[in-house]
T-cell receptor
Framework: KAGVTQTPRYLIKTRGQQVTLSCSPISGHRSVSWYQQTPGQGLQFLFE???????NKGNFPGRFSGRQFSNSRSEMNVSTLELGDSALYLC??????????????FGQGTRLTVV | AQKVTQAQTEISVVEKEDVTLDCVYETRDTTYYLFWYKQPPSGELVFLIRRNSFDEQNEISGRYSWNFQKSTSSFNFTITASQVVDSAVYFC??????????????FGQGTTLQVKP
């Protein structure tokens, strides 16, 4: 069974540009969550999508957005990139049983560098 | 507010030593879930365990064991007879028990474990 796939693995962008990251969840998983990992702030929750709807959102500015498609694949977009957006972006997928998410399985992440 | 604290930033042990990673959490919910993840240098977070707040039984899986104590809000992780391959960053995490929030994990700052040969 294939795991969570994130593309691209590495990305270098210039300040002010925008970027789109992609995540393909494990087959059958309808919940996809995104996290930002930086040395200073650690792992922080960005948002969760379930059945194409944003179900939960972390404390990030509106420049960070996402969406989920009918096949559960998800994208996140960051507009007007800032140097502080340099981070490892991790995507996780999980099943929902009885209205509760089971354990989340993570992809290898996209390493974004803003210069 | 929910919070997870891993007070140990870095731990260094020699192979075959036992090591315990501490995790203390804060939540007002009566239903919640606790997790441990391992992050090797490749970056991917590897799931280790998930426990719900109603199950305080300790768990053992091979060289790994977990001690959940609601009275002290702790969920500690012990590696017995550590190996070099155990070197990684370990994260403890918490999620609320309500369906709309179970997909949101609150992570601790992580503990870097170095196992020397």
């Amino acid at each position: 069974k294939a795991g969570v796939t994130q593309t691209p693995r590495y990305l270098i962008k210039t300040r002010g540009q925008q970027v789109t990251l992609s995540c393909s969840p494990i087959s059958g998983h309808r919940s996809v969550s995104w996290y930002q990992q930086t040395p200073g702030q650690g792992l922080q929750f960005l948002f969760e999508y379930f059945s194409e709807t944003q179900r939960n959102k972390g404390n990030f500015p509106g420049r960070f957005s996402g969406r989920q498609f009918s096949n559960s694949r998800s994208e996140m977009n960051v507009s007007t990139l800032e140097l502080g957006d340099s981070a490892l972006y991790l995507c996780a997928s999980s099943l929902e049983r009885g209205g509760v998410n089971t354990e989340a399985f993570f992809g290898q992440g996209t390493r974004l560098t803003v210069v | 507010a929910q919070k997870v604290t891993q007070a140990q930033t870095e731990i260094s042990v020699v192979e075959k030593e036992d090591v315990t990673l501490d995790c203390v959490y804060e939540t007002r919910d009566t239903t919640y879930y606790l997790f441990w993840y391992k992050q090797p240098p490749s970056g991917e977070l590897v799931f280790l365990i998930r426990r719900n707040s109603f199950d305080e039984q300790n768990e053992i899986s091979g060289r790994y064991s977990w001690n959940f104590q609601k009275s002290t809000s702790s969920f500690n992780f012990t590696i017995t007879a550590s190996q070099v391959v155990d070197s990684a960053v370990y994260f403890c995490a918490l999620s609320e028990g309500y369906s709309s929030n179970t997909g949101k994990l609150i992570f601790g700052q992580g503990t870097t474990l170095q196992v020397k040969p």
